[in-house]
């Protein structure tokens, strides 16, 4: 009777540590959707406002990507990395090799032609600066903003992207 009892005591234990386990990853889920969708509203102002946004976003939803992991910034497809590259380029925002990077990429796609380019939806939204990081989440790099917050976020997920290139043409 005492065997048992500990047996069914060690699986309610164990099931509540994987309950657990899978709440905790919702919550991390949850706060990235909500981080990436106050990045995603569009904003018109550039200064600070007295709720601590900036350019459309919390500071404190800034914060949460640059700590979410590499996931939180790391594109979910590599036509929309070769597009978040043009996009970094572009706005001067990474200075490494990233032009032979983002060629490389399109010739391995098979996107180096623009007109496959116009047709791959993934790549023309990189060129826009929407990030799409899985599971339906988009951060916007352009609605970031100029704030000291704002271009570490952009920094970092250039950075990010332009290594998971690297990655998967070498």
């Known amino acids: 009777m005492m065997k048992a009892a500990t047996k069914m005591i060690l699986a309610l234990s164990l099931s ?82 990233v032009s032979s990077v983002k060629d490389q990429l399109l010739g391995k796609l098979g996107l180096a032609d623009s007109l496959k380019q116009k047709q791959s939806t993934d790549y023309n939204q990189g060129l826009m600066g929407l990030l799409n990081t899985g599971n339906n989440q988009q951060v916007n790099l352009k609605s970031l903003g100029d704030s000291e917050m704002g271009k570490k976020v952009k920094t970092k997920a250039c950075d990010l992207v332009l290594k998971q290139g690297q990655k998967f043409i070498s």
Request: proline residues 0%.
């Open 16 to 97: 509540g540590a994987l309950f657990s386990g899978i709440a905790n990853a919702a919550n991390w889920q949850d706060q990235l959707s909500s981080a990436a969708n106050a990045l995603g509203q569009n904003a018109n102002g550039s200064g600070t406002s007295a709720t601590g946004t900036q350019g459309g976003a919390s500071l404190a939803s800034l914060a949460g990507l640059l700590n979410g992991g590499n996931k939180s910034l790391s594109a979910n497809s590599m036509s929309n990395a070769a597009g978040v590259l043009q996009y970094c380029m572009k706005n001067n925002i990474v200075d490494n090799n």
